[in-house]
């Protein structure tokens, strides 16, 4: 099979702030808050990418259409690197790609109503306004009534407003749909809804997704590629089955470890992982994740781990990665 070009792809993506007591007259130090992200997204392609707090993924997500600037890395637009990351440049990405935000209804005009706040973007690109007919297809795309558009934000529930987000973002027809937390505060059926709306969109136009989540069970259902994050760091990539059926490096183990299971018999004899996320400001040394690894050796507290290479496009960031399925390691649940 023929791989599409990517529609986006960030290169050695890095994004840095100052940091300091007095770091706006005077920066101190940097705080790297991500280093060295490569990933694609292709046409109707669905990519997630999964972490804890404070592992990036959302910084990913905004550094890719300008709402953070990168501080070095590439980011390319189908194949075609940005001159710079200045406000023009983005321009021509936010043509192409939507960010649906994690509180959707806090993105929106309180004043303002919901057909209106879903032709806006329309009408900021220069494409016109939308007739009534348009409005209402648009919005029954998104599984929206047309009885809501008439409602103000507030007014809406927490389902409503993710599939107003949704509808407001396909007024320009994205390549790209970046969908931060998407099923974040939605009861289980509506988490379903906003999901199986997503691969209609996808089937429909060819739409690719970057979903940013810390739901693994989300990640399994959609995407066909995952992308785990630690600490601004890619740990491992590659396709979702084989994610799930070996996963290689032991942070993902002990994500998959962690999810739940529905049965009071089953015991865990011990916590996947240990302890807490590291501070951004007090990066360990070696391997970022050491201090939290179960099988962790002296090799992995001096030198940091490069990305390794598997078959179909599985990469792993660990001096000695698993080779065993989920669930038959000895940190898989007793
Ligand atoms: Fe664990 Fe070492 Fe691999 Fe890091 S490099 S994940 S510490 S085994």
């Known amino acids: 099979m023929t791989l599409k070009n990517p529609v986006i792809s960030a290169d050695h993506l890095t994004v840095s702030v100052p940091e300091g007591p007095h770091y706006f007259f005077q920066p101190t130090y940097k705080l790297d808050i991500l280093i ?34 990168p501080s070095g890395g590439q980011i390319s637009l189908d194949g075609v ?16 790609a939507a960010l649906l935000f994690q509180d959707p209804a806090s993105s929106f005009n309180p004043r303002q109503r919901i057909g209106a706040m879903i032709a806006e973007p329309r009408r900021i690109a220069g494409q ?11 919005a029954a795309t998104a599984g929206l009534g047309s009885s809501l558009l008439s409602r103000f934000p507030h007014a809406l529930s927490g389902g409503q407003a993710r599939r107003a987000a949704v509808a407001r973002a396909l007024s320009v027809v994205p390549r790209l749909i970046i969908a931060d937390e998407p099923t974040a505060g939605l009861d289980v059926s509506v988490q379903g809804g906003v999901l199986n709306l997503f691969l209609d969109i996808r089937d429909r136009h060819d739409t690719a997704f970057l979903l940013i989540t810390h739901n693994l069970a989300v990640a399994r259902h959609v995407s066909d590629r995952i992308v785990i994050m630690y600490l601004g760091r890619v740990l491992e990539s590659g396709p979702t089955a084989e994610i799930f059926r070996a996963p290689r490096h032991p942070y993902t183990r002990a994500l998959l470890d962690s999810e739940p299971v529905p049965d009071p018999k089953r015991r865990r004899a011990e916590p996947p992982v240990i302890g807490e996320v590291p501070s951004l400001m007090n990066r360990p040394s070696g391997c970022e994740f050491h201090q939290r690894c179960r099988i962790a050796r002296d090799r992995c507290r001096i030198e940091a781990p490069a990305e390794t290479p598997f078959a179909d496009g599985h990469t792993v ?15 898989a649940a007793g």
Do not use: W, Y
């Open 36 to 69: 060295d992200v490569s990933i694609a997204v292709r046409p109707g392609e669905i990519v997630s990418i999964v972490g804890e707090s404070g592992s990036g993924k959302t910084t990913f997500g905004r550094a890719l259409i300008g709402l953070m600037r």
């Open 317 to 331: 960031r660990c001096h000695f990665p698993l080779d065993t399925p989920a669930g038959v390691c000895a940190m």
């Open 81 to 96: 690197a940005l001159p710079d990351f200045s406000k023009g440049s983005f321009r021509k990405v936010r043509r192409e």
């Open 128 to 138: 016109g306004g939308m007739r009534r007919n348009d409005l209402q297809d648009l």
